[in-house]
């Protein structure tokens, strides 16, 4: 996009540090950030139990309201994640019952609370489950309201459905209807909460859009989108997949050590950007760091890693990370801080497939994987290097009561018998 000279610290401080992809109404967003205090809201479905760092920043760009003195709204899709949004998806989502939304709205829950200070004041965040009104909604009521304001032929252009029908997939009509329930709940929030920005990933543009429009003709109100651009690393990999599945942001999901070891592995090319989006650090800061060259970019990606694995899971879990990766990788020695898998004692007793032990422990995505990595060297134990996948693993290999097992140089994790 252009590049115009805000004058809110808000719109400033997203342009300075990178999140910026589209705005509906820029200067009047301006206008309004810079005026007073303004309600924006970011909508997330309950899919999990977890978010993962694909939508950190989205939660950062909450966090960055919040600093700059507006009230952020986090929307729980405890609705719409009973019709599934179809943005990216070649398939439905799985229907999810009352009960498992409700256990997976509690546990993300606990992620904004590291983020976002929530409270009743002015500027506190708080959390809205759009289920409270969408279920009240009687279909013809649902129909008649809004049906007017949306044209199908309009609809098939947006790209949460033109792709999917580009790609001859079924698109059903209860996913159809998504962007409809996306657009109620910008207008809802906007008639009972005065909220006048919805924020999201760019693919959400359409969506977002339809919801502006929406308030903007039934209302004459002001409403406002602004979207992040889409999040990859500097190879073309989506932000937050590995090999070995998604990065969670709840630590009974994913360590705080394979959290923090996740940040230092990014690439050498993202370290400033990814500094900018996830840290508060100062940019004159990380300019510095981002201007390190050949093994001091090492420096910059455990401050990374620091400063990252502090905000989410606090300053004690990320010195015992980076403790523990210290210890393992550059002195050699083990650290109860490693991530450790267990396996029944008998079945070690026995001895276990290396490459079934490897993909159980989480170092593969499967044991063909675990296998081709052996193969090609890549796996270690107790830092011996081993190339045959169907090695077994046993008590005889048990060293101080547990086995370490690598995958590359950045992976380890303690097998223990119980």
Do not use: C
């Not at 600093?67 to 999810?96: F, I, N, Y």
């Not at 962007?179 to 006048?196: E, K, P, S, Y």
């Not at 093994?295 to 300053?315: F, P, S």
């Amino acid at each position: 996009m252009s590049d115009p000279a805000f004058k809110s610290e808000f719109l400033k401080t997203l342009q300075a540090r990178g999140y910026i992809h589209q705005i509906s109404h820029p200067q009047e967003l301006d206008e309004a950030t810079a005026g007073g205090v303004i309600a924006a809201y970011i909508g997330f479905d309950a899919t999990a139990t977890s978010l993962h760092v694909g939508s950190l920043i989205q939660i950062m760009m909450l966090r960055r309201l919040q600093q700059a003195g507006h009230k952020p709204v986090v929307l729980m899709g405890g609705g719409t994640t009973k019709v599934g949004d179809p943005s990216g998806r070649d398939e439905s989502r799985k229907m999810l019952t009352d009960a498992d939304i409700e256990r997976n709205i509690a546990g993300i829950r606990t992620v904004f609370e590291k983020f976002l200070t929530f409270g009743n004041g002015p500027t506190d965040a708080v959390m809205v489950n759009n289920d409270a009104w969408l279920s009240k909604l009687g279909y013809l009521e649902f129909l008649r309201e809004y049906g007017p304001h949306f044209t199908v032929n309009r609809m098939l252009t947006f790209d949460s459905v033109r792709l999917r029908l580009e790609r001859e997939q079924p698109l059903t009509f209860l996913e159809f209807n998504y962007m409809l329930m996306q657009a109620v709940d910008f207008r809802h929030l906007n008639r009972t909460m005065g909220v006048q920005l919805q924020m999201g990933g760019s693919d959400q543009w359409g969506n977002i859009i339809n919801g502006v429009e929406l308030v903007r003709r039934m209302d004459q109100k002001a409403a406002f989108a602004l979207t992040t651009p889409l999040l990859t690393t500097s190879s073309g990999a989506k932000m937050g997949k590995t090999a070995q599945g998604a990065v969670w942001l709840n630590a009974d999901l994913l360590s705080p050590y394979d959290y923090w070891q996740f940040w230092r592995n990014t690439e050498d090319a993202d370290v400033g950007r990814f500094l900018r989006l996830f840290t508060d650090l100062p940019l004159d800061e990380i300019a510095r760091l981002e201007a390190l060259e050949g093994a001091q970019i090492n420096d910059a990606k455990k401050v990374l890693a620091n400063e990252a694995t502090r905000m989410l899971h606090g300053e004690e879990a990320a010195r015992a990370a980076e403790a523990a990766a210290r210890a393992a990788f550059e002195e050699g020695r083990l650290s109860g801080d490693l991530p450790t898998h267990e396996v029944a004692r008998a079945d070690l007793a026995a001895g276990i497939a290396l490459a079934a032990l490897a993909a159980d422990a989480g170092l593969a995505s499967s044991r063909g994987e675990a296998r081709r990595l052996a193969q090609g060297g890549g796996l270690r134990v107790n830092d011996a290097q081993e190339t045959d996948g169907a090695r077994l693993v046993s008590e005889a290999d048990l060293v101080d009561g547990v086995v370490k097992l690598a995958a590359g140089k950045k992976k380890i994790v303690l097998v223990k018998p119980v």
